[in-house]
């Protein structure tokens, strides 16, 4: 049974108890457990059905946690302080042996950005956390959805902001001399390579064995997903999320690709409920966030 509550104290008092704990980030919510307790990690795996050989993220609640668990190539260090806490997440070297990585040399770890998360961080130590869903389903960025989901398998929603981004961090493994980009997000490599002009980002062809979570299908609801391309929605068998104002059985109108960003993941879940046959998405504007819409939705057509 879900117990649901604003406290930080007992929500760490979960985690230490090797429970498992909900809690909202800047970017979708998380499902954690203790990065020390390596069979409460094992019991996130069936509860979302996710694959064994996809490892999670750690999040801490201090920048300074990331140098303490992961071993950082001084070339990174400014850059990490640059955009942490953030939606980032960076692949390093591991640098505590017990730490749950799924037999993985590095680990991913982040500093989320919303100040009530690093306080319960801080108190709860290292917190392994995917993305709150279903294996191969949308994220989950409302609170809603997450009862619908883990009422009777999880221990403790924490309540907090709601996420204010929308799709996950950006991942990016600086545990080698040449940066990579693995996952783009809202910080996007355009704003990466400023930097780190050094950075690669791979085709997706090469990126399977480099991040294991890459290889699986990902965010994407039970319906077909379409690029909307002008044609004429039917108001029973298509939705539609886009800058236009277009009436469809479920319709979002945003006004530019940060909105639709932080509406992507309920429109997919919300063309679900209304068991439509198409989603529509209209292309996002070409700007620095369309990168990651882009990846997110193409995701979404080829699942
Ligand atoms: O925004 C986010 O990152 C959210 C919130 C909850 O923080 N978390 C999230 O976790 O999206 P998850 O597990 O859904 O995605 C983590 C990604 C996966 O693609 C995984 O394969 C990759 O990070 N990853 C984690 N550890 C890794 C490692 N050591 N080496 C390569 N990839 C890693
Ligand atoms: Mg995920």
């Given at each position: 049974?879900?117990e649901v509550?604003e406290?930080i104290?007992?929500a760490a008092?979960f985690?230490?108890?090797g429970?498992?704990?909900?809690?909202?980030?800047?970017?979708?919510?998380g499902l954690?457990a203790?990065?020390?307790?390596r069979?409460s990690?094992?019991?996130?795996?069936?509860?979302k059905k996710?694959?064994k050989?996809?490892?999670?993220i750690?999040?801490v609640?201090?920048?300074?946690?990331?140098?303490e668990?992961?071993?950082i190539?001084?070339?990174y260090?400014?850059?990490?302080y640059?955009f942490s806490?953030?939606p980032?997440?960076f692949?390093?070297e591991?640098?505590?042996?017990n730490?749950f990585?799924s037999n993985?040399p590095t680990?991913?770890?982040?500093v989320?950005s919303?100040?009530?998360?690093q306080?319960?961080l801080?108190l709860?130590?290292?917190?392994?956390?995917?993305s709150?869903?279903?294996?191969?389903?949308?994220?989950i960025?409302k609170?809603?959805?997450?009862f619908?989901?883990?009422?009777?398998t999880?221990?403790?929603?924490?309540l907090?902001?709601?996420?204010?981004?929308?799709?996950?961090?950006?991942?990016?493994?600086?545990?080698k001399d040449?940066?990579?980009?693995?996952r783009p997000?809202?910080i996007?490599?355009?704003?990466?390579?400023k930097?780190?002009?050094?950075?690669q980002v791979i085709?997706?062809k090469?990126?399977?064995?480099m991040?294991p979570?890459?290889k699986y299908?990902?965010?994407?609801p039970d319906?077909?997903v379409k690029?909307?391309e002008g044609?004429?929605l039917s108001i029973?068998e298509?939705?539609?999320l886009?800058?236009?104002?277009?009436?469809?059985a479920y319709?979002?109108?945003?006004k530019?690709?940060?909105?639709?960003?932080?509406n992507l993941?309920?429109?997919?879940?919300?063309?679900?409920?209304r068991k439509?046959?198409?989603?529509?998405?209209e292309?996002?504007?070409?700007?620095f966030?369309?990168?990651s819409l882009?990846n997110?939705?193409?995701?979404a057509?080829?699942?």
């Open positions: 049974m879900l509550s406290d104290e007992k008092y985690i230490q108890k429970k498992l704990v909900l809690f909202p980030t800047e970017t979708v919510y954690g203790s990065s020390w307790n069979n990690c094992l019991k996130i795996y069936e509860v996710r694959p050989d996809n490892p999670f750690i999040h609640g201090r920048v300074e946690d990331i140098f668990l992961g071993i190539n001084p070339k260090e400014a850059f990490i640059k806490p953030g980032i997440s692949i390093v591991k640098r505590k042996e730490l990585s993985l680990i991913g770890i982040r989320p919303i100040f009530k998360i306080d319960f801080k709860a130590g290292p917190v392994s956390a995917p709150a869903n279903l294996s191969g389903k949308p994220s960025t609170r809603e959805y997450l619908e989901t883990f009422q009777n999880v221990d403790f929603l924490l907090g902001e709601e996420p204010e981004i929308g799709i996950e961090s950006t991942v990016i493994d600086i545990s040449i940066p990579i980009l693995l997000g809202k996007s490599s355009e704003e990466i390579k930097i780190l002009p050094d950075l085709s997706k090469f990126l399977t064995p991040s979570g890459i299908k990902h965010y994407a319906c077909l690029w909307y044609e004429k029973l298509n939705s539609y886009g800058f236009s104002n277009i009436p469809s319709s979002i109108q945003v530019d690709n940060l909105e639709y960003m932080k993941y309920s429109f997919f879940i919300e063309s679900d409920k439509v046959k198409v989603a529509y998405c292309k996002p504007i070409p700007d966030f369309s990168e882009i997110r939705i193409e995701k057509i080829l699942k």
